[in-house]
């Protein structure tokens, strides 16, 4: 059974940084595609960020591009969120999701951990 664990999430100030991470397990990863997606309150989910297992190429939404950057550690099963100059508007719930990379859909979520940016 495939299992995605964020954790790393927590209360910061505008214009710090937060690591979030996914632990992945339960089967093989290559050929998947990690991504983050977050969701504010009372907003709906957005794409975040996305990293190829296999060859580690890099997608990024474009208001994140420059401050979020994407990463994963094959050794660790592990992907990163690292985010920097955080702002008031990046509070949400972040999620880690995998979807087979020819495919669309992500079918595999995590629970989710809380990032709050205090002004």
């Known amino acids: 059974q495939v299992q995605l664990v964020e954790s790393g999430g927590g209360l910061v100030q505008a214009g710090g940084s937060l690591r979030l991470s996914c632990a992945a397990s339960?089967?093989?990863?290559?050929?998947?595609?990690m991504g983050w997606f977050r969701q504010a309150p009372g907003k709906e989910r957005e794409f975040v960020a996305a990293?190829?297992?296999?060859?580690?190429?890099?997608y990024y939404a474009d208001s994140m591009k420059g401050r979020f950057s994407i990463s994963r550690d094959n050794a660790k099963n592990t992907v990163y969120l690292q985010m920097n100059d955080l702002k008031p508007e990046d509070t949400g719930v972040y999620y880690c999701?995998?979807?087979?990379?020819?495919?669309?859909?992500?079918?595999?979520w995590g629970q989710g951990t809380q990032v709050t940016v205090s002004s």
């Open positions: 999701a995998s979807r087979v990379a020819h495919r669309a859909n992500y079918d595999y």
């Open positions: 339960g089967r093989t990863f290559s050929g998947y595609v």
């Open positions: 990293i190829s297992w296999t060859f580690s190429s890099t």
